[in-house]
């Protein structure tokens, strides 16, 4: 008796071709398997607290100091006597000596005229931050760095790119309250250029403030704050 067998039904027809594909998809798995990576996105800020450990030298004014006078000409050591019928004219000679009321006007006008920064350690009237103008005024300069350091928490933002590429470090921040309050001349130096650009974001984003003050006029006042991007 002869088995009776289809052609159309040979299961190893094509088992070699199967077994190609099947070893290349098994290859591309443990490649992928192999090059996957993950990241961690855990990361953490760490503000200093700078009081008045970054104090800057105030440049000191000089007053002008008028010279004194010259003194004045010797008198003739010959006295010539002149007859009544000839007019003689007299010489008067000015006083050259100055008035200390007038050296005053001008040590006043001089001192309006100086334009200098005055540092926030020693201003006698600190920018005051929104939100600090109803505390006392011994307590204004606590209130201004606790506000600063709040405005950076809640606008942290740790660079992606820098957080692939584990950069990490401290940024040093300079900028300047204007006479104005509003915040000018930001400076930046850090390890990175990302995380530089990240700290100059955070603090373009202060609000304007109510001027610092020295003898009753509104100054420049600049401040310094180091941040800290570190990865855990």
């Known amino acids: 008796m002869k088995l009776k067998k289809n052609p159309k039904a040979d299961l190893t027809k094509n088992s070699s071709l199967y077994f190609a594909v099947g070893l290349c998809a098994v290859l591309f798995i443990s490649w992928q398997a192999i090059e996957w990576k993950t990241y961690k996105k855990s990361y953490a800020y760490e503000i200093l607290n700078v009081d008045d450990e970054d104090d800057e030298e105030v440049p000191i004014t000089e007053q002008l100091k008028t010279p004194p006078p010259p003194p004045p000409p010797p008198a003739p050591e010959i006295i010539e006597v002149v007859e009544d019928e000839e007019e003689v ?3 008067i000679i000015e006083s050259t000596e100055t008035d200390q009321e007038e050296i005053v006007e001008e040590v006043e006008v001089l001192e309006e005229e100086l334009d200098v920064d005055v ?23 606590k209130c201004f760095q606790e506000k600063i350091q709040r405005h950076i928490s809640r606008n942290f933002r740790y660079p992606e790119i820098a957080q692939e590429m584990g950069i990490q470090g401290r940024v040093y921040v300079n900028f ?3 006479k104005d309050g509003s915040i000018t001349n930001i ?3 850090g390890p990175d250029k990302n ?4 700290a100059a974001r955070i603090i373009g984003k202060l609000p304007k403030m109510t001027p610092g003050k020295q003898r009753g006029r509104p100054v420049r006042v600049p401040f310094s704050i180091p941040i800290t991007f570190r990865l855990q």
């Not at 540092?119 to 300069?141: N, T, Y």
């Not at 995380?195 to 990240?198: F, G, H, N, Q």
């Open 89 to 91: 004219e007299e010489t």
């Open 119 to 141: 540092p926030f350690a020693i201003i006698e009237d600190v920018p005051l931050f929104p939100g600090c103008e109803r505390v006392s005024k011994s307590e204004r300069r």
């Open 176 to 178: 300047v309250i204007a």
């Open 187 to 189: 400076r930046m130096r």
């Open 195 to 198: 995380l530089e650009k990240e």
